[in-house]
């Protein structure tokens, strides 16, 4: 079967950095994605990593590493609307379906 | 980004009816469409996967009977829930894909059964 692990909840203060962890053992892996979900909205995209390694883009860097099945967001800088859930989602076949993560709930304090 | 659209956003119906939730892809031909649903705090999970003109894979423990979809054309899916009860209320998401490229989500449906 498919599993994905990542923490239930983090907290950080706003200005600080944050990583968020995610392993994975699936079968068919194209790649991962990262997602970010507000409360009672659809996760909007945050990252795609197919290679090993680090994929920077502004605030938000995201790591994979295939042989370990393992990734990481991190987040740099935060915010107080970083405030959400951060969704791991490896995506598998070749319809390319995403399967989630229970998602890391993280809370940014002042 | 492209746009994914669902209608309704909320539906509220009584017990034993049948709701039917549309997905569209605005500005894009999407290659697969996909229906998650979500319980309150917990994450997405898949429940199928439609293609343009071919019967939708269900994921297993998926009632194909209940959740019907059918997949019409390249920028429209829908999703109907058959005889739908309290259990079956929950926030149903649609993405559509295109080839090549990530998975646009849409708003989001919040069912309501009474």
């Known amino acids: 079967g498919q599993n994905i692990d990542q923490p239930t909840e983090m907290t950080a203060t706003e200005g600080a950095i944050v990583q968020i962890n995610c392993t994975y053992q699936?079968?068919?892996?194209?790649?991962l994605f990262w997602y970010q979900q507000h409360a009672g909205e659809a996760p909007t995209f945050l990252s795609y990593?197919?290679?090993?390694g680090l994929e920077e883009k502004g605030r938000f860097s995201s790591f994979l590493s295939r042989s370990k099945g393992y990734s990481y967001l991190l987040l740099k800088e935060l915010q107080m609307k970083d405030s959400a859930s951060y969704l791991c989602?490896?995506?598998?076949?070749?319809?390319?379906?995403?399967?989630f993560g229970t998602g890391t709930r993280l809370q940014v304090f002042p | 980004g492209a746009v994914v659209s669902q209608h309704p956003s909320r539906v509220i119906c009584k017990s034993g009816t049948s709701v039917k939730i549309e997905c569209r892809s605005l500005?894009?031909?999407?290659?697969?469409m996909f229906w998650y649903r979500q319980f309150p705090k917990q994450s997405l999970m898949l429940m199928a996967t439609?293609?343009?003109?071919?019967?939708?894979?269900?994921e297993q423990g998926v009632e194909k009977d209940k959740f019907l979809i059918n997949h019409a054309s390249l920028t429209l899916s829908t999703l109907t829930v058959t005889s739908a009860h309290p259990e079956d209320s929950s926030f149903y998401i649609c993405?559509?894909?295109?080839?090549?490229?990530?998975?646009?989500f849409g708003p989001g449906t919040r069912l309501t059964v009474l």
């Open positions: 993405s559509a894909r295109r080839k090549g490229h990530e998975q646009f």
């Open positions: 699936t079968s068919g892996f194209n790649g």
């Open positions: 990593n197919v290679l090993d």
């Open positions: 989602a490896p995506s598998l076949g070749n319809t390319d379906k995403l399967i």
């Open positions: 500005d894009f031909q999407a290659t697969t």
């Open positions: 439609s293609n343009e003109g071919s019967k939708a894979t269900y």
